[in-house]
């Protein structure tokens, strides 16, 4: 069954970085579209961005355009999103997702918290 296991994430103060993993499993990962969400209590899962299958294109969302940057490598089955620059309104839980045939898959989640 599709899977998606995430790591990282953690609290950083303003200014600092961080780099989210997912390890995906159970489909054919270099075929398929990778998303990064992020979801704050009270508001809607909202889109970080997302990379190509063959990862050569990634589309951001307007607020982290040139402080985040995802990759991927189909051979290990691995997307990431590296953070820079981060700033307390990317404070949320982050997730990654793909859709296969029409089913959306999540990872389990994981906090990112940016306090000074």
């Known amino acids: 069954q599709v899977e998606l296991v995430q790591s990282g994430g953690g609290s950083v103060q303003p200014g600092g970085s961080l780099t989210l993993s997912c390890v995906a499993s159970?489909?054919?990962?270099?075929?398929?579209?990778m998303t990064w969400y992020r979801q704050t209590p009270g508001k809607q899962r909202e889109i970080v961005g997302s990379?190509?299958?063959?990862?050569?294109?990634?589309n951001y969302a307007d607020s982290v355009q040139g402080r985040f940057t995802i990759a991927r490598d189909n051979d290990r089955n691995t997307v990431t999103l590296q953070m820079n620059s981060l700033k307390p309104e990317d404070t949320a839980e982050y997730f990654c997702?793909?859709?296969?045939?029409?089913?959306?898959?999540w990872g389990q989640g994981t906090q990112v918290t940016v306090s000074s």
């Open positions: 997702g793909v859709s296969v045939l029409g089913t959306e898959y």
């Open positions: 159970g489909f054919a990962f270099r075929s398929y579209r």
């Open positions: 990379i190509s299958p063959p990862g050569r294109v990634a």
